[in-house]
């Protein structure tokens, strides 16, 4: 489970491209549920709303608009990745 197949997947989405791996997308949707029970940030609960719709079988016709706003979630997702990582770099024993 990890905030980077997320990542990708909303690429995919960005792109218009078939998610190409189910799996990817059933463990990035998970990891952004369980981020939203910490994290309250509105963009993050988006791409974690619209995964697991993917996930439980159900479909996103993304337009033009829709697909910028996949890649936007997907680079906010990167950004909190990224936060997280330099979060920890602070908290070595």
């Known amino acids: 489970m990890s905030l980077q197949d997320a990542v990708e997947v909303l690429n995919e989405l960005a792109e218009a491209r078939p998610i190409s791996d189910r799996r990817r ?3 990035g949707a998970l990891a952004l549920k369980t981020v939203t ?3 309250d ?3 993050i609960a988006d791409a974690a709303i619209g995964l697991a719709t993917l996930a439980a ?3 996103l016709d993304l337009d033009e ?3 910028t706003r996949a890649a936007f979630l ?3 997702v990167q950004a909190l990745i990224s936060s997280r ?3 920890e770099d ?3 024993d």
Do not use: K, S
């Open 85 to 87: 990582l330099r979060h």
């Open 41 to 43: 940030d509105r963009d």
């Open 25 to 27: 997308l059933i463990c």
């Open 90 to 92: 602070y908290n070595v």
């Open 57 to 59: 079988g159900g479909t």
């Open 74 to 76: 997907a680079t906010a």
């Open 37 to 39: 029970w910490t994290c």
């Open 65 to 67: 608009h829709g697909r």
